[in-house]
């Protein structure tokens, strides 16, 4: 899962809409999530991908 890497839409809490953001996917506690930045306000941006198989 090196450097894997997740596109697609992801909330921003900051900018209260969802933005079309790329993101690294990263494993915790059992749960893959993509970690990206907002394209409008750098505000960090996360989304939970499901279990890790």
Same mark, same amino acid.
């Given at each position: 899962?090196?450097d &894997?890497?997740?596109? %697609?839409?992801?909330?921003?809490?900051?900018? $209260? &809409?969802? $933005?079309?953001?790329t %993101?690294?996917?990263? &494993?915790?506690? %059992? $749960? $893959?999530?993509?970690?990206?930045?907002?394209? &409008?306000?750098?505000?960090?941006?996360?989304?939970?991908? %499901?279990?890790?198989?």
């Amino acid at each position: 899962m090196a450097d &894997e890497t997740w596109t %697609g839409e992801f909330y921003c809490v900051k900018c $209260r &809409e969802k $933005r079309e953001a790329t %993101g690294n996917v990263v &494993e915790q506690n %059992g $749960r $893959r999530y993509a970690k990206g930045t907002c394209p &409008e306000c750098s505000t960090k941006l996360n989304r939970i991908l %499901g279990k890790a198989s």
